[in-house]
């Protein structure tokens, strides 16, 4: 009997999609990348048309040598991995790893799917494609453009700052977009402003009506005594209403998620971070064990800037919202963005795979972090395929001379959409102002100016930072994550609550990466490689051209930047514990598993201690504070700060009667 090998990247998507197919076919997993480029080395060979070495990973020879085991066995072999150009260039990287392109006796095809159902990876079998080089040529474009900054300018960092730290290409737009953010916030001056509001009686109840301006126009008080003239000017006085206007006004849904604003509404409303959020995400596309169903992707591919649904997907919406909220609250038009470049529309928007699984019917199947993301992407989904939501809307003018007020109040007519997506409802203002007419008089009851003062742009956090990167055009949505997460994991920025702050050690890179690699940190210079690179994609250009008008420019900028640089001192972050061996406060260093405590006094004092960081939880045991720790691998756990306590946790403890903030331990 003719055997099919079918080879994915993990373990999770083997198992969902094993039980789909027949006793025909063998399912095995790659493990994501089989074959890189040496990390003992450049890797780049620049006087042969920039080619890159390829080597095998190290730890992956077992499994490569168990798949041509079962390469030996098949006939026809399908790659599917992922579908995107990282997923394009591992299946050519496995036809070379495996030597498929020299067995001429086996058949090897390359198949994608959108979504892990059994009619999904069916269809693909049935419609095999070529391995699309111009996809893989925009990877190896990509890789190399890294390895080339990576490779050049962090062996400088580690000259002129540092040793351990690294430069990125999109790494080092994101810390320069940061850095200027805290120079905008430190630069900024506030302004005064007032506002002045007034309470009218109307019944039994008090409308609140809030200054305008003069004459018509729109007028920004600026002073306390341009505050105290106008309260003055009304307080005692007779105001007539010029205006009732009665209106409806819509609020259209959402469009359904992408990579992007998937993790922007996961912060928001779930408080994940980047990294938690496409971890979880990973899980739900790849396969959950669901009572009933075995093992069954949740949820369409996560990583994608389109939203563009099915012909499939969008009847199934529309009968679902039909039978069980009625007609009216079905939409005829299909969610469209507006037109934005570099959006590469090769997938769908992240939707549910199975839109009967609703999330009540999966409460119990899912942890408590998948079910409240698939909730969020279910919902989401459903919502855009749904009518607009209706508010009624009523304001009215008031006017003493030249000074005009105004007060506003709307209602829900209508809940469209909002029915099943309440994070887009709207604070309404619940002020009932009928038996207002035209021409009649009234007066405050209370009229007061109160002052502020202009605020400062806010912190980046990391939703804002994403939505950022992906208005300028910078990176795709593979990269936001782990993007952020290597600048928290190089301390070249810190995280508070949601906040991002650049360090002092990330300042040191910032600023030197501006005066001597500009065109790295340039916006509009990195969002012009991402075009170059779908060109590639698309077939428009060669790869190797784009690497050939990028290269030369980096290597005389390192040049340059080794003879001109002066060394730049990043001091310790001094601490209050003192050496037990020689006296001297103890500093903040970092090392692979995170912070450690180490004597400033080295090479002649070696002291080290760990790091001991208090969450401000009581331990449960013994009352004694609880502490965060890092294991030998580097994962966090948490232990009772009392050595003779045996108190320990993965989880993080709750304090009691406190709300505790969930946080990406980078």
């Known amino acids: 009997m003719a055997q099919n090998l079918v080879i994915v990247e993990s373990p999770a998507k083997m198992k969902t999609i094993k039980k789909f197919l027949g006793p025909n076919y063998m399912v095995d997993a790659s493990m994501g990348h089989v074959r890189d480029m040496p990390k003992s080395s450049f890797g780049i060979d620049v006087e042969h048309g920039y080619e890159p070495k390829y080597i095998t990973i190290r730890g992956k020879g077992e499994l490569l040598a168990a798949l041509r085991k ?67 040529d925009a990877q190896q474009a990509r890789r190399v453009m890294d390895r080339i900054v990576g490779y050049s300018i962090s062996p400088l960092l580690w000259e002129k700052i540092r040793r351990g730290l690294s430069a990125g290409r999109v790494q080092s737009v994101a810390l320069n977009l940061i850095s200027e953010r805290e120079n905008e916030i430190a630069a900024f001056q506030p302004e005064e402003y007032w506002t002045i509001d007034g309470i009218i009686k109307n019944g039994a109840h008090g409308i609140k009506a809030v200054y305008y301006g003069e004459d018509g126009k729109k007028t920004l008080v600026k002073n306390s005594q341009e505050a105290d003239r106008i309260v003055s000017d009304v307080k005692d006085a007779a105001l007539t209403v010029t205006e009732v206007r009665n209106a409806e006004r819509q609020k259209n849904p959402p469009l359904p998620f992408t990579t992007s604003t998937l993790q922007q509404e996961a912060s928001k409303c779930l408080n994940m971070s980047t990294q938690k959020t496409m971890r979880i995400a990973q899980k739900l596309y790849e396969g959950v064990e669901v009572k009933g169903h075995g093992s069954i992707g949740l949820i369409t591919y996560l990583r994608t800037d389109s939203v563009r649904i099915s012909e499939e997907a969008l009847a199934a919406s529309a009968e679902y919202i039909r039978s069980h909220y009625g007609p009216q609250y079905v939409s005829g038009v299909k969610p ?18 199975y839109l009967d699984l609703t999330p009540a019917k999966l409460k119990e199947e899912l942890g408590r972090d998948e079910w409240r993301l698939y909730q969020l992407i279910w919902n989401r989904f459903v919502a855009c395929r749904m009518t607009p939501a209706v508010y009624a809307t ?63 742009p806010a912190h980046y956090t990391e939703a804002s930072l994403v939505r950022k990167l992906e208005e300028d055009g910078i990176g ?67 790869w190797k051209t784009v690497i050939e008008n990028f290269y030369p420019d980096i290597e005389e900028a390192v040049e ?14 001094v601490t209050d514990v003192i050496c037990e061996k020689c ?17 400033p006094g080295f090479p002649e004092c070696r002291n080290t201690m760990p790091f001991v960081e208090k969450i401000g939880v009581k331990c449960p045991k013994c009352g004694g504070e609880i502490i965060k720790r890092r294991s030998k691998k580097g994962r966090v756990f948490y232990a009772c700060e009392n050595k003779d306590c045996d108190f320990m946790s993965w989880q993080k403890p709750k304090a009691e009667n406190r709300q505790e903030t969930e946080e990406q331990e980078a």
Request: charged share 30%.
């Open 560 to 573: 340059q930047a080794r003879k001109n640089l002066d060394k730049v001192k990043v001091a310790d972050q």
């Open 583 to 599: 006296g001297r406060n103890m500093v903040v260093k970092y090392g692979p598993h995170g912070k450690f405590l180490a004597c």
């Open 70 to 136: 079962d390469v030996k066995k098949a006939d026809k072999i399908y790659l599917a991995t992922d579908p995107d150009r990282e997923g394009e260039a591992i299946s050519w990287h496995l036809i070379a790893a495996l030597n498929l392109e020299n067995q001429k006796d086996k058949k090897v095809y390359r198949i994608t799917f959108n979504e892990i159902t059994k009619n999904a990876v069916k269809n693909a079998i049935k419609n095999p494609r070529e391995i699309d080089m111009n996809l893989v």
């Open 336 to 353: 469209q963005a507006k037109a934005k470049g570099n959006v590469q529309d090769a997938h769908e928007a992240i939707r549910p795979t």
């Open 394 to 456: 009523t304001q009215i003018r008031l006017r003493k001379d030249s000074h005009v007020f105004t007060a506003s109040g709307s209602k829900l007519r209508f809940d469209g959409f909002l029915s099943v997506y309440s994070a887009m409802e709207e604070p309404v203002e619940k002020q009932d102002l009928s038996g207002f007419a035209e021409g009649e008089e009234v007066r405050f009851q209370s009229v007061s100016g109160t002052q502020h003062f202009t605020e400062p």
């Open 476 to 542: 795709r949505p593979s990269t936001y994550a782990p993007t952020i997460t290597t600048l928290l994991q190089r301390h070249y920025i810190s995280k508070e609550k949601k906040n991002l702050f650049v360090t002092e050690l990330g300042q040191a890179v910032n600023d030197m990466m501006v005066k001597s690699f500009p065109s790295i940190v340039d916006s509009k210079f990195t969002a012009n490689m991402e075009y170059m690179l779908d060109s590639v994609a698309e077939g428009k250009l060669n």
